[in-house]
């Protein structure tokens, strides 16, 4: 049996108005956004239990371009949970060196207006063992009325270890989130 859950700030880097008339998925020119989750994957198999923090720093280069380091399941993949050995691992069974995973991620604004859509591409590293892999893809929302569609198809190419006993491959990442702005500070989703 496995339960996995993340605790924290949701960091999908969109504007202050997501789903209002001009949606925008990058930050502004020189704005800085910071996010910590705690990451928990109590397991009852081999991995063991592990508590780990999640943290995300993104910055703004320009109006159309961020740069990001993040750790959290959520910025990396697209998926609000998910299977993760933890970035900062600080508690559990499964928790190896204090720090493990990571990327360098690139997101650059193509179009901005009622919908927003935004090319991604970025480094993903695993420190032990020594991964690295490459990762594009796009990012969408679509607004309607306070509804917005959320929409993130990635994939992964691994660049070494690909031989290796949990060989490190190719996958593709398809999360979609359905989010509904309730006041002008709280969004909701699903």
């Known amino acids: 049996m496995r339960l996995h859950f ?4 949701l960091a999908l880097c969109f504007s202050q108005q997501a789903v209002a008339d001009d949606a925008s998925l990058t930050l502004p020119e020189r704005k800085l956004f910071v996010s910590v989750a705690a990451q928990s994957d109590l397991t009852s ?23 990001a380091l993040v750790h ?8 609000w949970s998910g299977h993760s050995n933890g970035s900062l691992c600080i508690a559990g069974d499964a928790c190896g060196d204090l720090y493990s995973n990571g990327a360098v991620l690139a997101k650059y604004g193509v179009v ?6 935004a090319a991604l591409g970025g480094v993903i590293y695993n420190i032990d063992p020594a991964r690295l892999g490459l990762g594009a893809g796009v990012e969408a929302l679509y607004p309607i009325g306070k509804v917005g569609l959320h929409f993130k198809p990635t994939i992964y190419i691994g660049v070494n270890e690909r031989d290796a006993m949990v ?6 990442n398809l999360p979609v989130s359905v989010l509904h702005a309730t006041t002008s500070s709280l969004q909701l989703g699903v």
């Not at 923090?53 to 740069?67: I, R, W």
């Open 6 to 9: 993340v605790i924290g700030v």
């Open 45 to 67: 198999g081999a991995m063991g239990d592990m508590i780990s923090l999640a943290p995300d720093l993104a910055f703004g280069v320009t109006n159309d371009l961020t740069v």
């Open 72 to 79: 959290s399941v959520a910025t990396a993949t697209g998926f």
């Open 112 to 117: 901005r207006g009622r919908a927003a859509v």
């Open 167 to 172: 060989p490190n491959r190719e996958f593709v």
